[in-house]
């Protein structure tokens, strides 16, 4: 019965000192106010980005299927018809290529990298809120570590020897709970910030495969003058 009567009370225990999170992060303050509107940030900029990097906005291989004939052929306005209602970067680019297939083919090709290329930094611009957050956070949750630090050294001056090492301890993990919260953010958006950077360049790869291919069927396109195919409808 004693033994029975020592395990309640030891279950009794652990159930009492269960950490209510919701209540500890609260005990951040400002802190961790500031930390929680930064990780909202920083799920929207997921979000958006998971929304926006994808194949069918760079190289949608419906688009490809319908070009690559009429590039094979030499239908430079049906190319740009069929490409007018797309707004993916292939489109975009085999746009501007279509229209403008009676420049000499060196200068041509320099601006539709250009344009491929402008695109894809703007993609990576974006992408940089990602790291922006996974840097912040860290810093916010080790700044809101200092300031608890600082009242729970404050309290032991305060108390002094007559002190209560709970209220020690209370304040030291209140100050920890910042960093954590800090680290929680930053690790997941440091991770997304690299794969959509990866990704990306990925999709810039085969946006550039694709875009070498169309000048090659242009090149082998029927009646196609060399520096430069038919001038386009404008």
Partial sequence: MAAASAWGQEVEAVETARIDWVAEVMKGGLTSVVLILVGLAGVAFIIER??????????????????????QSGQFAAVIQACEGDRSLLGKVSHYIARHVHVPFDILSIGAADLGSREIRRQLQRTYPLAVVATISPLLGLLGTIIGMIEAFQKVALMGDTGDASVLADSIGKALITTAIGLIIAIPALGFYHYFKSRISMLGNALEEEVDEIFALWLR???APEGGGEPSEA
């Fill in 50 to 71: 998971f929304l926006v990097v994808k194949p069918s906005n760079f190289v949608p291989r419906p688009l490809i299927q319908r070009i690559r004939p009429l590039w």
């Fill in 221 to 223: 396109a029927p009646h």
